[in-house]
């Protein structure tokens, strides 16, 4: 008996988003990263097209991250001081596909520096690395409405990825985004309807959503990933069968959310019994990783170099 | 949901005096409206006026300089849909083949050569059905054939047949459920269409009628529309009725 064929055909194919710019596209990036394009949900090359593997975008704080334990900021090493070299570092030694620059220092709750200085930042990571570049703002809208005009225009012609259009920034964003030829990021808070919602606006705007990639908050393992896993994989599935205001490339911003909950910060003097947190912080994030690739992730953002590795190989190994 | 736009058609007086004279115009406004509106295919329809595929052929290319959306080949002359595949720039969806194995004979392989998509009348040589019973048989009947043909459920637009509600009106819940049972045919299933005008022929409140029956048969599996795609009420309504089936992800701006 023949075996019944059970392939899934889908209609539509998710956008392809190419970030970066060689210095023939008028930047100065020595490569171009491409992500989407896929016709069929993650892996499943049986079914159709994936002609691109998730990437990882290493991750790099532009000031020290309170409460980053020390098994993740001694992994980093000292250049943990210089975003410049830390990015550098993640290009030479760990083999990453983009750098993914969050700009915290602006935050007002925190250090509180001028769009000048985070836009002299931007220009030293992209001078270190020729790497494409994520650019992402501090989470607070009134500086990041600030900050990222001016860091946009450091980087113009980069074509870098900005983060992040919201719901109630989306006009700034486009016109950033369109004055200096970059890509953005399209942000909900764990919530699908807004995150549709936010597309449709920029879209309507004039913002080509064939520039965008989506993202939801990302949720660390255990605190709402599966909330985010099923938004990734609804959106995912809502794109494929045509919905064309979902048929976007996703990230996860898993380097940034992870090194935040107790599982990934915590040793076994607070937490004991669950093994040291040496080994267990980096699986945390590797773990959370893997997850979100399968959910249909394009662009991974990650800290700790063993995760780097550990999610490396597992892409390797799925996309085989 | 899939609109199809009815009105480049030469039952309407402006575009049979167009297609006339030749004038690209008519036709290129409704084309950019329609489109604009959200239509998904534009239906082009030479109607009486001639039997030429060359004027067929001419007003699809008239289209086609002014919109890059694809045609729906609204004809039942073989002659006419072999010239006309031949001039469209994206898949086309054919309009349309009864169930009749001599008429889906001639026009499968049609759809098979142009690599578009297809409309199967729930219907064969004998007229149009008159219970839910025999739409399903026919229509069921024209699913087998195209598959035989190599044409998937997804490339197959099953027509229950709508009758118009003020001379018919037994017929409406007849179609409805027709429908319902089309759903059943295939996993995935194949497309359920309707040219919906004819269900408020002769009536005086023609937009309400077309409205409600509209959404009442998205609620029981179709998701393809010949319409007035310039009629706003109906197109919010069905995108409405969309959300309503969970066919959609809801979005505060989804009109």
């Known amino acids: ?320 | 949901m899939i609109f199809v736009g009815e009105r480049i058609n030469t039952g309407f007086k402006d575009i049979k005096q167009a297609v006339m004279d030749k004038d690209p115009k008519p036709l290129q406004r409704w084309a950019r409206d329609q489109t604009a509106a959200g239509a998904t295919y534009l239906d082009v329809n030479l109607g009486a006026v001639s039997t030429k595929p060359e004027d067929m052929c001419w007003m699809i290319e008239t289209v086609q300089a002014a919109v890059d959306t694809p045609i729906s080949i609204d004809s039942n002359k073989p002659a006419i849909l072999a010239e006309a595949i031949k001039v469209c720039n994206k898949p086309p969806l054919i309009n349309s083949s009864t169930a009749s194995q001599e008429k889906m004979d001639v026009f499968l392989p049609i759809v098979v050569e142009c690599g578009g998509s297809v409309i199967g009348l729930s219907m064969d040589d004998a007229g149009a059905p008159k219970s839910a019973d025999m739409r399903v048989e026919k229509a069921g009947m024209f699913l087998a054939t195209a598959m035989e043909h190599g044409i998937t459920p997804d490339r197959v637009f099953l027509d229950p047949i709508v009758m118009p509600l003020k001379f018919m009106q037994d017929q409406a819940k007849e179609i409805l459920e027709a429908a319902r049972q089309f759903l059943l045919f295939s996993d995935p299933a194949p497309h359920i269409i309707c040219g919906l005008s004819n269900v408020s022929n002769g009536t005086t409140h023609k937009k309400l009628i077309n409205r409600i029956f509209l959404t009442m048969l998205i609620n029981n599996g179709a998701d393809a529309a010949i319409c007035d795609v310039m009629d706003t009420d109906l197109v919010h309504a069905a995108l409405t009725a969309e959300l309503v089936m969970n066919r959609e992800i809801y979005a505060d701006s989804y009109i």
């Open chain 1, 1 to 320: 008996m023949d075996l019944v064929d059970v392939k899934e055909k889908w209609s539509n194919t998710i956008n392809t988003v190419t970030i970066g710019a060689t210095a023939s596209e008028g930047g100065t990036r020595g490569k171009t990263v491409t992500v989407g394009g896929e016709t069929t949900l993650p892996f499943l090359k049986f079914e159709g097209d994936i002609p691109h593997a998730p990437v990882i975008a290493g991750l790099v704080v532009d000031v020290v991250p309170e409460g980053w334990p020390e098994v993740l900021t001694s992994a980093i090493g000292d250049v943990i001081k210089s975003p410049a070299a830390w990015a550098k570092t993640l290009v030479d030694e760990l083999n990453v596909d983009l750098i993914c620059l969050k700009l915290l220092g602006p935050d007002p709750a925190g250090s509180n520096r001028s769009a000048g200085d985070a836009a002299k930042t931007v220009k030293e990571v992209l001078e270190a690395v020729d790497v494409p570049l994520i650019i992402w703002g501090c989470g607070d809208e009134e500086k990041d409405n600030e900050v990222l005009p001016e860091c946009s225009q450091a980087a113009k012609g980069e074509n870098c990825l900005l983060g992040s259009a919201t719901e109630s920034n989306y006009r700034t964003m486009g016109a950033i985004g369109k004055a200096d030829k970059h890509k953005l990021i399209a942000e909900a808070p764990v919530d699908i309807n807004i995150a549709k919602q936010v597309n449709i606006l920029l879209h309507d705007s004039g913002f080509d959503l064939k520039d965008v990639v989506m993202c939801q908050v990302t949720a660390a393992l255990g605190y709402g990933f599966d909330y985010v896993y099923t938004i990734f994989e609804r959106v995912r599935i809502a794109g494929l069968k045509g919905d064309k205001h979902m048929a976007l490339p996703q990230i996860a911003n898993v380097g940034w959310e992870v090194w935040k909950v107790k599982e990934a910060i915590a040793d076994e003097d607070v937490l004991p019994g669950w093994g040291k947190l040496r080994d267990r912080g980096p699986r945390w994030e590797a773990t959370t990783a893997t997850g979100y690739i399968q959910a249909g992730a394009d662009i991974i953002t990650l800290a700790h170099p063993d995760a780097i590795k550990i999610v490396r190989d597992t892409i390797a190994e799925l996309t085989v």
